[in-house]
């Protein structure tokens, strides 16, 4: 069974829709662990109401410790795919080495648009409304040691009107994150991805 664990730092809608896609059949796949780098995020209680193993650091107690700790994680319980879900922390070390390729994030722009250092969350939505873009949406790619800057397997688009405030705009592109990264697991655990440097390419 193709072994999925995601990381998560708040509420947790996208690993909702893992969840939920797994439990329809959509994605053959097991949730593996949720790891989640704050005590406090109800992702961990989405986790814990399905009877997936759940796991929290604090970024305080391990700081630039915690790639290793989830690298030790991952490696004992034969985790194929790391998927990063809202998760604010960055990762690096020999967890980038020995999971390239293998470690997915979701951001709700359409890459290399409104990303990088401090855009995360309603950041995003905002930078992308006073910018007075008419599309955004959402972008899964591969994790590289870069932010937001590895190749891109999927994006979905939404129409930002002149009226939009952030949270509008951030409420349309978290429906279509929710479409998105199940179909990017779906795609890599089914094995219809290949990387050719910064393209990806899919199989069909
Ligand atoms: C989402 O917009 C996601 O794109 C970003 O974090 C936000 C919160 O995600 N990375 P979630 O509701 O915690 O899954």
């Known amino acids: 069974m193709f072994k999925v664990a995601v990381l998560i730092s708040g509420g947790g809608t996208n690993l909702q829709s893992v969840i939920d896609k797994v439990q329809s059949g959509y994605l053959n796949c097991k949730i ?7 005590e406090k995020a109800y992702g961990i209680e989405r986790a814990r109401q399905n009877k997936i193993d759940a796991l929290a650091f604090s970024k305080k107690q391990y700081g630039d410790k ?3 700790e989830i690298l030790k994680i991952v ?17 690096k070390g020999d967890l980038l080495k020995k ?33 007075g873009v008419k599309v955004s949406g959402c972008t899964v790619h591969f994790v590289d040691e870069g932010t ?44 219809k991805i290949i990387v050719d440097l910064r393209r990806v390419i899919v199989k069909n």
Do not use: W
């Open 148 to 191: 937001d800057t590895g190749p891109i397997i999927i994006q979905k688009a939404v129409q930002v009107f002149s009226t939009d405030v952030a949270e509008e705009l951030q409420k349309r592109v978290l429906e279509q994150e929710h479409v998105a990264l199940p179909e990017a697991i779906k795609l890599i655990s089914e094995g």
């Open 32 to 38: 593996e662990i949720v790891i989640s780098d704050s």
């Open 75 to 91: 490696e004992a319980r034969d985790v194929d795919l790391i998927v990063t879900a809202g998760f604010l922390s960055i990762l």
């Open 66 to 68: 915690l790639s290793d």
């Open 99 to 131: 999971y390239k390729n293998r470690i997915i994030n979701i951001h709700p722009s359409l890459i290399p648009a409104f990303c990088g250092k401090g855009m995360y969350g309603l950041n995003v939505h905002r930078a992308a409304i006073e910018y």
